[in-house]
Structures are given as C-alpha cells and as structure tokens.
C-alpha cells in the first residue's frame, strides 16, 4: 500500500475545503431518552472543533441491530458505523430532515434493506457513507434514491458488490454538488453514465473495467482525479480521446491494467500520471508530447528496455520533476532527461555502467536511486557526480502521490490527502 499525495495546484482549493466536521462524541449514559442530548466531548480536543451537543449522535460499535428510533430530530451528523443493521427504515430517516453526515461503514445492509426512498427526506445530506457491508451485500442503487441530495459532497460505496445494471444514468445525476466519489472495490465493467459536472475525485480502482468511453466523462468535465488502479483495461481499453472531456485533469492514475503502451491523446493540462506494474516495453519519440504539463511521471515495473527507448522520449517534459523508472530492464541511464528534474528512481534494473552525457545539466536533481542494479566502483565514468550540486540522496524510495480521503473510508475531513491501495 502506497500513500499519496501530490498537492492541489495552488490556484485551486481542495475538492472538500468548507465541508462541515464531523466530531464523533462518546455517550456517557446509552439508556439516556433521546440520544444526542447528552454528548460529552471528547477528552484532549480543541474546544474550536466541538460540534454543539445536539448536533452528533454517535451510536458507532454499539452492535445496534435496528437503526434507533429515538435519536434527536435537531442531529446533524450520525455515525453509525461498525454495527449489524440490515435495513434502512424510512419511517425513522424521514425524521431527521436536517441530518448533513450519516456514516453506515461496516454493516449489513443489502440492497433488499435499502429501499428506494431510503434518504427521499435527507435533503441536507452532505456525507454519505454505505461502504464495507459485511459480506459485500450492497448490489444496487434503487433507481431515484439519490435524487434529492442536491447538497451531498462525498458519497463513499466501496467494498460492495455493485454492478453496471445496479447503476443507471440517473443515479448520481441529481447530485449537483458531489465533489468525491467512491465505487472501488465493486463488480463495473464500465465508468458510470450521468456522473456530475462537480466531481473533482472519482475512485473506480478494483473492478473489472475493461473500456473508457467519452461518452461516459462528458457530464463529468471538472474532474481533477481519475483513479482506474487494478482493473483490465489491456492494450484497447483507453482509446485516443476517451479522456478529451476532462481538460483540467490533474491526475490519472493506472496501476496494474495489462496495458503495453502509454495511452495516446491524454488531456494535456495532465500533471501526474501512474502507470506503474503494466506492460509498457517502449517510449517513443511522440509518446508524452501531449502531455506537456507533466511533472511526475510513474513508469516503475514496466518492460522498458534501453534500446527501446526514444533519446528524444521526453524532450517535452519540461516541467518534469519525479520520474520513476525502477523496476524495469534499463541498462544505461536514458538520454534527453529535463532539466529540472528532482526525483530520479532507477533501482531494480540492469544498469551496467553510468557516463556523464545523460546526467548533464541535472543540477537541480536531489534524489537519485541507483540500489539493486549491476554497478561496480569502475563502472562510474569520470566526472559523472559533477553536475549533480543539489544531490542528496541516492538510495531513497519515493513514493507517488494523489490527494488523499479522509483517513476512515467515510469520514468527510481538511486534508486535501488520499490513501490509494496498490
């Protein structure tokens, strides 16, 4: 598993800055009549993030078999996650009109259990989370469940077993405020239809996608974060242009797909992009030109070969500042590396010998590693360290980065960060 996090671009706030907190707060008293009124902070908190006593009802762990029918009408965020709930009665939702979180991770709920107008009264809903059923029992959205939660920012259905039928074009279309998204760890084949202009983060890694389609990403046109990790796209399934809607995509991130080759035509506003553990054996000339804005590249445990790549393969990549190519069968250093690159990963190859010609000019290079290879002391030509001033580490692994969910798969927080599982 693999933390990442390459910042939002200055000019930009995070996809969740002004979100509400969620404070969960320990009940002292369990029997009291109406849970929420009691709440005690909790202990070593800053007074400044305290939610109001009223406004969070935390019945998490407490093995609640039946969601609770006498929870406070004024509550505004319910944690009720880690318990055994089965269904999602109407009766006692519809109730809590003002309620902005409702955290239901880790239960048993099915799609028998979550009935189409489940949420129909829960317009104020901002964070939804229905992830990690037990025994991944959630198959479907009833069709309209979500179509009043025109405020709902995050919507967190990972660990299910959602199906491309389980979803249809209406499903996210009314959530004109939705900026995260979370469906990885389910059972697609296709990016969903009618997902919303607003979307800044989608999560679709580990299922069973095997095509893009534009089709599919044109109501999506904000979407900074596009995360496809680990699923079967191969050598056909992002065609040239299935990415052309989202100009502003920041990341795009495809670890373990089978693909042989990097995508053609990618958006070319692209700043990172992961393609580590896939079958690329060849960069050529025009390969990256059309993305020229990149500045971290991840190519590590490919089938790169010298031979194999262009010396002019990244002549476009000026801004270019972490470049990952371990893991691959590289026997000399490439040519034509920009100028201000910082991140070089070169372990795990065949590197045999080091000259000073492909090194020229790095002088902003930091960090260098060079671990696992087939260097000996004389296979270093004279004058190779030369250029390399701002050279402080040579064995250290780097990381790749994207921005990261909250730490609990569901609990809505500041940190522009996002744990991604490779």
Not at 377 to 382: E, F, L, R, Y
Request: hydrophobic fraction near 40%; include cysteine.
């Amino acid at each position: 598993m693999a933390t990442l996090r390459p910042a939002w671009r200055t000019a930009d706030p995070p996809p969740r800055s002004g979100a509400s907190l969620l404070l969960l707060l320990l009940l002292p008293d369990a029997a009291s009549p109406t849970w929420g009124e009691l709440a005690a902070p909790a202990p070593g908190l800053s007074p400044a993030l305290l939610l109001p006593r009223v406004d969070t009802v935390d019945c998490d762990g407490l093995d609640l078999r039946v969601f609770r029918d006498n929870i406070t009408r004024a509550a505004q965020h319910s944690p009720c996650s880690n318990n055994q709930l089965q269904e999602l009665p109407y009766n006692e939702l519809s109730r809590l009109s003002g309620l902005r979180t409702l955290n239901l991770h880790n239960n048993l709920i099915s799609s028998e259990g979550l009935p189409d107008e489940a949420f129909e009264s829960l317009t104020q809903l901002q964070h939804l989370c229905v992830a990690h059923n037990k025994n991944n029992l959630i198959s479907k959205v009833p069709r309209g469940a979500l179509s009043r939660q025109t405020q709902l920012r995050e919507l967190y259905l990972q660990h299910n077993q959602l199906t491309d039928s389980g979803l249809d074009a209406t499903t996210f279309s009314k959530l004109h405020s939705l900026e995260y998204l979370d469906l990885s760890h389910n059972q697609l084949t296709t990016v969903p239809a009618g997902l919303p202009r607003t979307l800044a983060i989608l999560h679709l890694g580990r299922n069973r996608i095997r095509q893009v389609e534009a089709a599919r990403l044109h109501g999506a046109r904000g979407l900074r974060y596009l995360l496809l990790q680990h699923n079967q796209l191969g050598s056909s399934g992002l065609p040239a242009g299935a990415l052309r809607p989202l100009r502003g995509l920041h990341t795009l991130h495809l670890y373990g797909n089978g693909l042989d080759r990097v995508p053609p035509a990618l958006p070319r506003r692209l700043r990172a992009l992961v393609l580590p553990h896939n079958h690329v054996a060849a960069l050529g000339a025009r390969d990256l030109v059309a993305t020229p804005g990149l500045t971290e590249l991840n190519l590590a445990y490919n089938r790169l070969a010298s031979a194999r790549v262009h010396h002019r393969a990244f002549r476009r990549l000026r801004a270019l500042r972490s470049l990952d190519l371990a893991g691959n069968q590289l026997t000399r250093l490439p040519m034509g590396l920009p100028t201000g690159l910082r991140t070089l990963q070169l372990q795990r190859n065949q590197l045999r010998m080091l000259e000073p010609e492909p090194l020229a000019g790095l002088d902003q290079l930091r960090e260098l590693s060079l671990a696992h290879n087939r260097l000996r002391v004389g296979d270093i030509g004279p004058g190779t360290w030369h250029e390399l001033q701002a050279l402080q580490v040579r064995h250290r692994l780097v990381s790749h980065t994207v921005p990261r969910a909250p730490p609990s798969p569901c609990l809505p927080c500041h940190v522009p960060n996002i744990l991604v599982s490779w």
